[in-house]
């Protein structure tokens, strides 16, 4: 993974020094609340609904054990035992104080971390594909190209302040496990005929009030381009992006309000000016020079291990359960990618205790060269097991709490903190989250429900990406009482889609049971256990789910040829 | 619910820990909704306010809570400010991993 220089050391030694200094000034009343809130944000620093909230980034999901460590300690030491990663592959801390939080900085700075640009509008924390490097579906690594866009967006002046924050999201992959329809900026890199690098690029997307995929504007944008189509699509954006209305802020709004084909006709444009200035071309010195970081780990020939498939088929039936649902094949024979799910009985989604970070840090370095992954669905990843240690890390893994074998499956469900923590929420997303999951467990495990994505956001802010779940819950408040809207259909992936809302709202004790009604209604309708959720309400439509989920005593409609 | 009346109070988050409190009358800052100044006209809310956003020492994110107070006393409130007043000790499910509020 990519290890810092002695600049980018210096760079956030510096800023955590500097935001020590801001919190004492503060603090002995040198500064008042107006001049400390955008430094405090700057830093990650939010004020919740009842405490301070410090979102640490994760460039990309990844994790060294070293680091996964240090945000044990962290939380132990400075927090309530407890954090919670999110959607953006980030990690939040939900009580610290404010004294501590120049010494939490010091601390994230001594493992090559920080807080930076985790809030604000500015280019936020870049996400990718969580099997990045180890994927069987992968052209191209997105991981040294994340990095190159974190470098090149970090402290930028020119975009320290744009209309609205800024996510991108790159994928190497065929299937999309970042969701990059839904950023303002996706990319996929891929191979052209003669195996040069490129992406497609996308633009516009984004959840919130107004979902909207992205459009592709660029089919292929050769590698050396890349810092300098990025930095045409800001500028266009800085300059035309509306600040008088937060709600119409996003570059999604410039490019409904432009049309597709004038943003990029103006972007093409900027980036012809741009193209070729010598700080923005990646040289393919530049290139190799960050590649290394990320080159594949040492693996052992193995070719004689047992299988994946061996495994699900064992006597073993938790473990092969667990295999089932939380095992993916490898691009090495004989070792396989272990995604940790952090959807257990006990815990909130995404949550993680101090044990278990300091146990994921003890596998990971046992198990998969010292390093872990965060996703967009709150899970964590081991990339590089091996399949004859499977069932050692998975007895491992059920001794912290870490071996529910759902990832995937309706109970690995997504959700923000909610009005629990939120204080934009209108609505809890944690206690629906807990019902939801209770309520489908056996279901799950007796009808083998396949994949079926679940997500839930307290506002319409939607950090639960319920746009994009197979099944979404929102949840808005209706004179001062917690309600939740259903949508059916939404979809991350390469096959991406906006879910659209089913029907009338639900009160917190009816969504758990609503959502059920869904389920029983998808296991009447498919044709068989191959079909998935998604891909029969792609094929029947709302209607029989709808009649399913509001009919005062309907049964779903029978089952229809596809 | 009966006819409400509409009550105020004042409320902010603690400068040191961002917690949860309600100006007093005597211009304290209270962790008790309960023990919070609830002001019926406007004229006190807003002085009281005024106050509040000036105590930067203590605290920031002044702002007034509307209650609707029924006539058998009930109170209404939005779901965040109830959630605000139920704070962090009743926040979501009790799961017994996490280390107590005085950290």
Redesign the interface.
Known sequence: MYRYDEHDLRLVQERARQFRDQVAR??S?AL??EEF?PLRLQNGLY???????LRIAIPYGLLSSAQLRKLAHIT???????GHFTTRQNLQLN?????DVPTILDELASVEMHAIQTSGNCVRNVTSDPFAGVARDEDVDPRPYCELLRQYSTFHPEFAYLPRKFKIAVTGSRHDRAAIAVHDIGLRAVRDATGGIGFEVFVGGGQGRTPVLATCIRTFLPERHLLSYTEAILRVYNQLGRRDNIYKARIKILLNELGAAELTRRVEEEHARIADDEGLVLTDDEIQRVARHFEPAVYEQLEASPTIDGLVLGKDRTLARWVEANVVGHRTPGYAIVQISLKSE???PGDA?H?QLDAVADLADRYSFGRAVVTHRQNLVLTDVKISDLAALHADLARVELASPNVGRVTDIVACPG???C?L????S??VA?DVAARLRSLETEQDLGPITLNISGCINACGHHHVGNLGILGI?KL???FYQLTLGGDHTETAAIGKILGPSFAATEIAGAVERAVRAYLALRTDRSETFLAVVRRVGPAPFKEAVYGAHSTPTQRTAA | MAATRLQFLVSA?R??????VYLHRDRRWVESFDEGWRHDDAASRDGELVFAKSD??HV??AHVVEVGVAEDGAL?????E???RE??AK???R???????D?
């Open positions: 503060r603090l009343g008042s609340e809130r004020i919740q609904l009842h405490a301070y909230m132990r030491t400075y927090d309530r035992g407890y009580w610290v104080r404010l004294e006990r815990l909130p205790t044990a009005l629990d923590y204080d929420a209108n609505a809890r944690i206690p807990q408040d001062g009482e917690e | 988050s400068l040191s820990d961002g917690g949860v930067e020492a920031c994110n209404r409130l939005s779901a965040r109830r959630f605000r704070g962090a926040v979501r499910v799961l017994g991993y996490e280390r107590p509020a950290h």
